[in-house]
Nanobody, 138 residues
Framework: DVQLQASGGGLVQAGGSLKLSCSIS????????IGWFRQAPGKEREGIVC????????????VLERSMRGRFLVSRDIHKKMVWLQMNSLKPEDTAVYYC???????????????????????????WGKGTQVTVSS
């Protein structure tokens, strides 16, 4: 069975940093794409960034990119089957439950543009980990 586990969340003051981890197991190969999402209280789950397994490309959701540019950085270790989301200069509006999700790369829509904007939909992903809470105090 494919399993994902997100961890690393916590309470941090504005301006602080957290590094979220996502461990992946159950894929028979390393050919999968990973997406990071977050869901704030009372809001819909929104895609942050996806890491495309076929070529290692990373795509930040356009609507969030401006607010996250230089602050949120994704990385991956193929052999360890780990993906990380480094979050710096955190703001209170970053408070949310953060999730990682996976899909086989052959089915990946990571990198999809609509009207020139990169998007990421939670409906693309079949496998989800339990979220990790990030709370940023002002």
């Amino acid at each position: 069975d494919v399993q994902l586990q997100a961890s690393g969340g916590g309470l941090v003051q504005a301006g602080g940093s957290l590094k979220l981890s996502c461990s992946i197991s159950g894929f028979t190969s390393d050919d999968y794409s990973i997406g990071w999402f977050r869901q704030a209280p009372g809001k819909e789950r929104e895609g942050i960034v996806c890491f495309r397994g076929t070529d290692g490309s990373t795509y930040y959701t356009t609507v969030l990119e401006r607010s996250m540019r230089g602050r949120f950085l994704v990385s991956r270790d193929i052999h360890k089957k780990m993906v990380w989301l480094q979050m710096n200069s955190l703001k209170p509006e970053d408070t949310a439950v953060y999730y990682c999700a996976a899909e086989p790369s052959r089915l990946s829509r990571c990198g999809t543009r609509v009207s020139g904007n990169f998007i990421q939909s939670s409906t693309w992903y079949d496998y989800w980990g339990k979220g990790t809470q990030v709370t940023v105090s002002s």
